[in-house]
Structure formats: C-alpha cells, structure tokens
C-alpha cells in the first residue's frame, strides 16, 4: 500500500471502528440514523469494498464513541434512547459497598 486517502463513504461517517480482526471498518451515519459496514481488504492489494447498511435507531450519541463490537465480532453493545418512558420508582441502595464485600471476599 502506497498511502494516500480513501473515500470510504460518499454521505459521510462518524465514530469509526474497525472490527476485531480487521476485515471491516464500522461507522455510524448520521444522515441515514444507521451503522454502516465497509469491507476492507489489506492483501495482496489494498481494496475498499461498498458500505453496506447494518441497523439503523435511535441511539445514544456524544462526544466520542458511544458503542463498541465484541472481540468475536458479532454484537455490537449500544445505548440505546427510550423515549416516552415515565419512570414509576426509583430503588436507592445504601451502602452497596459494604454488601459487595460482603458477597466478594478479598484476601488482604
């Protein structure tokens, strides 16, 4: 590969990351409020397949990456917006730590 720019999508991309094992490069358009694949192929020759369409909804979006793919490449692990939703209780848990010690020894 010789370098130099390669256009991978011609409507724009954001939070890029590419997957476990190189193949692919994931992308979230926010014109089109979905996750995008690119094929991407390193040997013999650099090559960058067509983006296709993975899923699209209403995601949680900010600064940074707001998602993440498992290392065997088959999930993606999203925040995803619930609208409409009115909360009816609210569980507040005091002293939590002393419980979590509690339940997980440590050996000191």
Do not use: C
């Amino acid at each position: 590969m010789n370098g130099g720019l390669y256009e991978l999508t011609p409507r724009g991309g954001n939070w890029p990351f590419w997957a476990p094992d190189g193949s692919e490069l994931f992308y979230f358009s926010i014109a089109e409020n979905a996750f995008f694949a690119v094929p991407i192929q390193m040997e013999p020759a650099f090559r960058v397949g067509a983006p296709h369409k993975l899923f699209g909804g209403d995601y949680v979006r900010g600064g940074g990456n707001q998602w993440d793919i498992t290392p065997d490449g088959e999930r993606f692990l999203l925040i995803r917006e619930i609208r409409d939703v009115e909360a009816r209780e609210i569980h507040v848990v005091l002293n939590w730590t002393e419980e979590l010690k509690r339940l997980v020894p440590t050996n000191d």
